[in-house]
């Protein structure tokens, strides 16, 4: 069975409800109705009641960008997994390479988000991906390695093919600059490699974004690669244009 596509908009800090809403409602216009590729927003979680109710009827899922591993109590600015789910939404971003430069992020807390949102019924959208320094520094498939090893420790067969992988080359996001399609490739055959050596034919069926400066000029190029399923897409997830471009091309 083929991996259908999955293109993602990660709004980051962007959008009011009022913004978020007219974004939607674009979306819904544009792209409100397909059906041959998943489609998912991930607002800020303000904007996240209006963007639901805004989609309602549409094909386009909507999700989170963070979540915490407990269930509840004292973690002030924190949110669960049931609070998520209660709002509507169906996925969750975790270990987003910024939620790993600014807020302390690491391999240890990326799977304890992880074990939570499966736990919690949502599907975890978990990010991986290396900096600049490490792939001047050819260490590329090490960083990878070791983040795939940690990020899903303990993790079991069953709640792998649950979960979404996002491949990230830390320099490419917001700068502008993209991996080669043929780079992007290599990382994503590799960690399909890792998934197969320990999860068997379930490797076949998970699905692995792409999130480096995905658009609509270079999308085509990127979704026709074997291994990459799909988009984390940042900036061009907040014009309904850019991203309705990213969704209808013709990977």
């Known amino acids: 069975m083929a991996r259908r596509l ?15 809403t007219a974004l939607a409602k674009e979306l819904k216009d544009k792209v409100g109705q397909v059906t041959d590729v998943d489609i998912l927003v991930c ?6 009641p209006a963007v639901v109710a805004e989609l309602d009827g549409s094909t386009v899922c909507v999700g989170a960008q963070n979540v915490h591993w407990e269930e509840s109590g004292a973690y002030t600015g924190e949110v669960s997994a049931a609070m998520l789910k209660d709002t509507g939404v169906t996925h969750v971003i975790i270990g987003h390479s910024e939620r790993r430069q600014y807020f302390g992020e690491t391999d240890d807390t990326v799977n304890k988000r992880m074990k939570a949102a499966l736990a919690g019924g949502l599907t975890p959208i978990v990010c991986f991906g290396e900096t600049l320094e490490q792939r001047e520094a050819d260490e590329t498939e090490a960083v990878v390695k070791a983040q795939i090893a940690a990020g899903l420790a303990d993790i079991s067969a069953d709640q792998m093919a649950a979960t979404i992988l996002a491949y990230e080359p830390v320099w490419a996001i917001g ?19 890792l998934l197969r050596a320990r999860f068997g034919d379930i ?4 699905r692995i974004l792409y999130g480096g400066s995905m658009k609509p000029g270079n999308a085509a190029e ?5 291994d990459i399923d799909g988009g984390l897409i940042g900036g061009a997830s907040l014009k309904a244009d850019d991203f309705a471009g990213i969704v209808l091309c013709d990977g």
């Open 43 to 48: 607002p800020p979680l303000t904007t996240v």
């Open 175 to 193: 700068t502008g600059r993209t991996a080669t399609p043929e780079q992007a490739q290599d990382v994503h055959e590799l960690v399909r490699s």
């Open 203 to 206: 490797a076949s069926n998970v």
């Open 6 to 20: 999955l293109i993602a908009g990660n709004w980051k800090m962007n959008k009011t409800v009022a913004e978020g």
């Open 222 to 226: 990127l979704l026709g690669k074997p």
